[in-house]
Structure formats: structure tokens, C-alpha cells
């Protein structure tokens, strides 16, 4: 009987163990799967508006104020 007791407690640490390293090696891949994943949106350009500088209908190039909106 002692000796089955002694056999199956270790089977049991054994396992435990296992199940541990696994867990310790998957935790990090996955984290670095889902971090990545996340990398893949594309990046949202600046939008530049080009408005007059005075309301006259005769405005030109040269009067012209630049105006970026990230």
C-alpha cells in the first residue's frame, strides 16, 4: 500500500509540473501573438485644410493659411 501512495503522489508532482512548464512557455507566445495582432492597424494620416486667409472672392495661392489636423 505504501508503495502505490508513494507511486501515484508522484505521478501527481510529475504532472503538476508539466502542466507548469506549459503554462510557463505558452503564457509569453500568446501574450506576443495578441500584442502583434494588434501592431497590424494601419496608421491614420494628417489631414491638411487649405482655407483663405481673407473671404474676398478674388483670393489667391499667396493668401492662403495651412492648417494640419492630426
Keep these: 500500500m505504501k508503495k ?6 508522484l505521478f ?4 503538476f ?11 509569453p507566445v ?10 497590424n492597424r494601419p496608421t491614420i494620416p494628417g ?3 487649405v482655407q483663405p486667409s481673407e473671404l474676398a472672392p478674388s483670393a489667391t495661392v499667396a493668401n492662403t493659411e495651412f492648417h494640419t489636423a492630426v
Excluded: E, F
Design 4 to 9: 502505490d501512495a508513494i507511486s501515484t503522489g
Design 12 to 15: 501527481i508532482a510529475i504532472g
Design 17 to 27: 509540473l508539466c502542466v507548469a512548464i506549459v503554462i510557463a512557455i505558452l503564457i
Design 30 to 39: 500568446v501574450r506576443d501573438v495578441i500584442n502583434s495582432a494588434d501592431d
Design 47 to 49: 489631414v491638411t485644410m
